[in-house]
């Protein structure tokens, strides 16, 4: 029992990474409808712009922030600049554009900052919460972080004019445009604020993987694992999905006798893809109707 | 013959996409003709250039193959997959096994049994593929691509698949008599099985169950109102196209003379995916340029440089989707339909009668 339940809080503080990159792939699909596949490399990207600023001995909130902020404008830019002139052009040639924003990207970070595993500061502290050793203090802020994060944007596209207008401009194109949305900057807005997203899960993550240029790839992966699982029409669920495959890939290295740690990831997936047998749209997603 | 000079004008009025050049009779035999000119180029080609890159054709041929399985899966059913890194794999893992191991098959015997096992895994996935779509089916074939490598590596499997080590198979002798090299001989064979499989998959994609394929991806309802039964359908398309990319790894395996867990990753997938896309979704010749694409232009990028590799192929792929936004097939049938375009102007520019004749 004692052991199931440090497994669990394992679990969660993983699933707290997979949950705030998650949160960003579910952001940038309500925004642009695709998934973004360059989202990770995007957070490095980023990553990277702070961890520079600190070694330039900026404190880090400053340097936090500034980032979030330089993130917003490169999320609107690679939008007008790389995803505006392909937008009509068939959708698996968009993925080919991610594929090779994913390659610039991953490319130059490695060229400009090296491939040497670098330790990333944290604003929480390391020590364990409460003395239990389940669980540190920067994965309890992170998870705090993740919580905010998404009660902030909540209050964002339920509250807020622009919120609506950004979550109409998804849903129905046309007819946001017809009613006066500016349909093609709610886009850019939507990649703006998904980098700033990926920006500080990057933050937030790289003090626990260190930092390098392929930091986030595994990270994006899960993440995208648990978006799908929660189902992509809902943030709230995105971030459980997220919590979710972080536990499921714990419990099943620690319990399955015959997984261990070689086979975990294929275990959580299989389960994910079971899940998604029974509810196709994710387990919170709403299911889509069409009109023949 | 006004009428049928009518039917021309109409069916080329309205473009639907695959056929917009085709009506031109004399655009169907230039079609043939260059199709017959490939193949010659294809036969010549290796006795006039060097070992390494005859092993690069060779290498081609079996991506375009294996972009082919893929395209007839995403390209003409509409059903996405990550997961063709797996399907080359087990295709090559079947080839490897059964080439090594106590079985000793010839090399020749393992495509069938490739062909076989990755058409019966390729149902097993599309079976439950039924009930996702789009990104969700991409999460679940992406399952299949991540959990391969680790179930060959795991020590469940290890006897037979060498685990990490992989399995080391012999270079197959060309047949005695032939004055070629084995290299040479791994070429023209690989050759013959791409055209028959090429020629397969035109036949396939002609026929009525090829009709019926392709009403699936445009109308999934339509179909099924039609009375077309999607589950078996799509199922079974799902089984071919595992089918051509598992004969595709099993070439691979042969050609490479080596298979390892690794290779079979998910990146693999991912360049099958560009090479599809690249080459042009649903058109058949477009897949072997796929083929080129995956293999050379990380070569070209690397020459480029070396640190920024991956950002030089990241802008040749931008590139490529700014000016070919539906891949080189899509490129070659606008500039063909340009062409006919500019043809019949320079035709209605002399004597009406004469054009209507």
């Known amino acids: ?45 980023s990553t990277f712009l702070a961890w520079q600023m600190i070694e330039w001995g900026w404190s880090y909130w400053a340097a936090f922030a500034l980032t979030v902020a330089i993130s917003f404008v490169i999320g609107v830019a690679i939008d007008r600049v790389l995803f505006r002139p392909v937008r009509n052009a068939p959708i698996l040639s968009q993925l080919v554009a991610f594929i090779a924003l994913f390659s610039i990207l991953n490319s130059s970070d490695g060229e400009i900052w090296n491939f040497t595993i670098k330790s990333f500061p944290s604003p929480f502290g390391t020590k364990p919460l409460f003395g239990s050793g389940l669980i540190s203090t920067h994965q309890a802020g992170m998870v705090a972080v993740t919580l905010v994060m998404l009660a902030l944007l909540y209050v964002f596209f339920r509250g807020s004019r622009l919120g609506l207008a950004m979550r109409a401009a998804a849903a129905n194109p046309e007819a946001a445009r017809l009613v006066g949305i500016r349909v093609g900057w709610m886009i850019a807005l939507g990649w703006g604020l998904s980098t700033a997203i990926g920006a500080v899960a990057g933050i937030l993550i790289a003090p626990v993987v260190f930092l390098d240029p392929n930091m986030m790839l595994g990270v994006l992966l899960y993440g995208f694992a648990g978006a799908v699982l929660g189902g992509l029409s809902s943030p709230g669920g995105a971030v459980l999905g997220g919590f979710a495959v972080g536990i499921i890939e714990n419990l099943a290295g620690t319990f399955i006798p015959f997984v261990g740690q070689e086979l975990k990831l294929t275990v959580a997936l299989i389960v994910i893809v079971a899940v998604l047998m029974v509810r196709p749209a994710g387990i919170f997603g709403r299911v889509g109707v069409s009109r023949v | 013959m006004p009428e049928r000079e009518a039917i021309t004008l109409d069916a080329a009025a309205v473009p639907s996409e695959a056929d917009v050049a085709r009506p031109l009779s004399l655009w169907l035999d230039r079609r043939r003709l260059l199709i017959g000119a490939a193949v010659i180029a294809g036969l010549v080609a290796p006795l006039v250039v060097a070992n390494f890159t005859i092993f690069q054709l060779t290498m081609v041929m079996i991506y375009g193959l294996a972009i082919l399985g893929l395209n007839l899966l995403t390209g003409f059913n509409g059903q996405f997959s990550l997961g063709h890194s797996a399907f080359y794999g087990i295709g090559a893992y079947t080839a490897a096994i059964l080439m090594s191991g106590s079985a000793d098959l010839p090399y020749y015997w393992t495509l069938p049994c490739a062909g076989a096992v990755c058409f019966i895994v390729g149902i097993a996935i599309g079976l439950p593929a039924l009930r996702l779509q789009g990104l969700y089916l991409a999460l679940a074939t992406f399952a299949l691509a991540v959990a391969l490598p680790q179930l060959l590596k795991s020590h469940l499997l290890e006897e037979m698949t060498g685990g990490v080590q992989g399995i080391v198979i012999d270079k197959p002798d060309p047949p005695a008599g032939l004055p070629i090299n084995a290299d040479q001989w791994l070429y023209y064979f690989t050759l013959a099985v791409l055209l028959v499989m090429f020629a397969a998959a035109a036949g396939l994609v002609r026929s009525r169950t090829g009709r019926a394929i392709m009403a699936i991806r445009d109308h999934p309802i339509a179909a099924a109102a039609m009375g077309i039964n999607t589950a078996r359908y799509k199922t079974l398309t799902f089984g071919v196209s595992a089918l051509y990319t598992g004969i595709a790894g099993a070439l691979g395996a042969i050609v490479v003379q080596f298979v390892a867990p690794d290779s079979f990753n998910f990146l693999l997938s991912v360049n099958f995916l560009v090479g599809l896309i690249v080459g042009g979704i649903s058109s058949i010749p477009g897949s072997l340029f796929g083929g080129v694409f995956v293999l050379f232009v990380p070569n070209i990028a690397e020459k480029v440089s070396t640190g920024l590799s991956g950002a030089v192929y990241g802008v040749i792929l931008l590139l490529l989707i700014f000016l070919m936004p539906s891949g ?17 102007a320079s035709n209605s520019e002399l004597p009406i009668g004469r054009s209507t004749r």
């Open chain 2, 328 to 344: 080189a097939a899509g490129f070659v049938r606008r500039a063909a339909a340009w062409l006919a375009r500019l043809r019949r």
């Open chain 1, 1 to 45: 029992m004692e052991q199931l339940l440090q497994q669990v809080v394992a679990g969660l503080a993983t699933g707290a990474i997979y949950a705030t990159m998650a949160l960003a792939v579910v952001m940038v699909y309500q925004a642009i409808d695709h998934l973004n596949f360059a989202q990770g490399e995007l957070a490095t990207f």
